[in-house]
């Protein structure tokens, strides 16, 4: 990757009546995103985005890899890294709960470097 590069993370969860979702120790799956989101930009800047999509609201239509992922057994939230030009990218992770260090692990696997902070 070049350093004008874009790595996206797309999360997809599902909306949740009780506030909270398992394995995020009271938060809810969109409010871990958040966290993580937050942390990653102040790791690498502009170099990463994330976004987070509410499965089978958002997603029918725009994103049939992560429906694809579903109808073959994974369960949300699911986490997809891609390059930034549209591409879902790979399945980092699905039924588990969302890892900020994995997620930077994969990140920096594909070449980002932290911003500098000068």
Known sequence: MNEDSVVTVRVFGVPTTSGCDCGTQGRTWREATEWVARSLKTRFGEQVRVEYFYLFLDTLDAFP????????GAQPPLVFIGDG???????????????????????EALGLKAANTN
Do not use: Y
Request: charged fraction near 25%; glycine fraction near 12%; charge should be positive.
């Open 85 to 107: 030009q549209g591409h879902l990218g790979e399945l980092l992770s699905a039924g588990e709960r969302i890892s900020g260090p994995a997620i930077r692990k994969r990140v």
């Open 65 to 72: 890899q992560a429906m694809d992922a579903v109808a073959q």
